[in-house]
């Protein structure tokens, strides 16, 4: 390791992304600094755990997403997740 990399406390995100923009890693770290690391370890602890639930939705609901889902060709309790997804988000962000 050349020099120790004193990371500052930002007062916004701009400020933060600044200065690992302008930062030359390879004036503190060398090759032998680093360690061999398993990404997919990482990966498989930040998948997003599901919980299955029931809805009693209108027929009618249930076939207009199956249409639209056919058309889109995905399976239709996909498109009924992407469209909660959304109107949780449009709702959340108010």
């Keep these: 390791m ?3 990399l004193v990371v500052p406390k930002f007062k916004n995100e701009d400020e933060e992304a600044e ?14 600094d680093f360690k061999p690391f ?6 498989e602890k930040s998948k997003p755990t599901t919980k299955p639930v029931t809805l ?11 249409a639209i889902a056919s ?3 995905i399976p239709y309790q996909s498109l009924i997740k ?5 109107g949780l988000q449009r709702y959340t962000h108010r």
């Design 82 to 86: 992407q469209i909660i997804h959304s």
């Design 38 to 43: 398993n990404f997919s370890e990482l990966i």
């Design 19 to 32: 200065f690992w923009a302008s930062l030359d890693l390879s004036e503190y770290f060398e090759p032998s």
């Design 2 to 4: 050349k020099k120790r």
């Design 56 to 66: 009693r939705l209108p027929d009618k609901w249930i076939l207009t997403a199956k």
């Design 71 to 73: 058309q889109q060709d």
